[in-house]
């Protein structure tokens, strides 16, 4: 079992970047597929990036596409999500989550397909 710890969050202006670090412990994060999501007051949990277990497969939401990065450094046992020119609705509690299944390329976009999850770190972007 994996345990995820996000930090890096705070309060930026408008244009402004943030790298958001979900640090592992327990298990590497070389055995899992890596997932970023975000939650906004009064919204819906949304998918924000993934990365496979092999790191050769990322996916983007629409809204982040060309702004935000994921990577993985598994000798730190650290995921990021390097955020640039944020805008006020990017503003979101960010959690990262990690999914289990057997597959080094699969990227998944469904939250109930990730098997364990951080506490959550708040970003806030201010106009």
């Known amino acids: 079992q994996v345990q995820l710890v996000e930090s890096g969050g705070g309060l930026v202006q408008a244009g402004g970047s943030l790298r958001l670090s979900c640090a592992a412990s327990?298990?590497?994060?070389?055995?899992?597929?890596m997932g970023w999501f975000r939650q906004a007051p009064g919204k819906e949990r949304e998918f924000v990036a993934a990365?496979?277990?092999?790191?050769?497969?990322?996916f983007y939401a629409d809204s982040v596409k060309g702004r935000f990065t994921i990577s993985r450094d598994h000798a730190k046992n650290t995921v990021y999500l390097q955020m640039n020119s944020l805008k006020p609705e990017d503003t979101a509690v960010y959690y990262c989550?990690?999914?289990?299944?057997?597959?080094?390329?699969?990227?998944?976009?469904?939250?109930?397909?990730?098997?364990?999850w951080g506490q959550g770190t708040q970003v806030t972007v201010s106009s």
């Open positions: 990365t496979s277990r092999s790191g050769s497969n990322t």
């Open positions: 989550a990690a999914d289990a299944f057997p597959s080094l390329w699969r990227v998944t976009t469904t939250s109930n397909d990730y098997d364990y």
């Open positions: 327990g298990r590497t994060v070389s055995s899992y597929s």
